[in-house]
């Protein structure tokens, strides 16, 4: 029962948000696609200051010599003010083109990455970035293209309602509810922060084992 009530509002959600899930999904590809073309435009510096960064990362990863816990911090860095932004734009009636542009940066970053890895390590490159940038990706994605929409979707509310004397009336519950959907989310990016600290450079350190020297 509880089930088929959790699918239903799923569904019903889905439904009423449909062409803002596209606009989010659209603007993913759009950002990993130039992502992926920006690396054929790098300057020869560039690359190499990137190369040499690759470099490091894969002797610390070869030798054992990773401190985890600062991983996990750096990748709350990278993600929490995110989501926190996304949040803070959906309390706003000017915030959706700022989200749409939060999700090109985080398409490009992933295209980015991959594209960079793949250019300068070929086929190993490959391996790095399936085992390495995928994983945790898999879990961020979904999750920013749902709190991007969360956040129009309340963000058009606001717009729509605003003219309605009694939206103010219940305003707080609409924020309390909102606040909550992002906390859920948050919570299921926890997995992906775990992942991506303690699993992805793990499994880094695997692949450069198995093809010793590519990268030192």
């Not at 990362?57 to 860095?77: C, E, H, M, P, R």
């Not at 924020?175 to 922060?193: E, K």
Request: glycine letters at 6%; aromatic letters at 12%.
């Amino acid at each position: 029962m509880l089930e088929n009530k959790v699918s239903g509002l799923i569904n019903r959600h889905i439904k009423n948000n449909f062409w803002l899930y596209v606009i989010s999904l659209l603007c993913i590809f759009t950002g990993i696609v130039m992502g992926i073309y920006s690396v054929r435009y790098m300057g020869g510096f560039e690359k190499s200051d990137l190369v040499s960064y690759l470099k490091n990362f894969a002797t610390a990863v070869n030798s054992g010599d990773l401190n985890y816990k600062s991983i996990l911090l750096q990748t709350l860095k990278n993600n929490i003010p995110v989501i926190l932004a996304i949040w803070f734009l959906g309390l706003t009636m000017i915030g959706i083109p700022i989200i749409l542009i939060i999700d090109i940066i985080k398409g490009f970053t992933i295209g980015f990455t991959i594209s960079f890895i793949i250019s300068q390590l070929g086929i190993k490159g490959m391996w790095i970035s399936l085992l390495g940038v995928l994983p945790q990706n898999i879990i961020y994605i979904p999750c920013i293209i749902l709190s991007s929409v969360l956040a129009m979707e309340f963000s058009l509310m606001i717009f729509k309602d605003r003219a309605r004397l009694q939206w103010k009336s219940h305003i707080l519950v609409s924020i309390t509810s909102y606040s909550m959907s992002f906390l859920m989310v948050s919570m299921v990016m926890c997995v992906g922060f775990f992942m991506e600290a303690y699993l992805t450079p793990n499994m880094v350190k695997l692949v450069v084992a198995s093809f010793e020297g590519i990268l030192l």
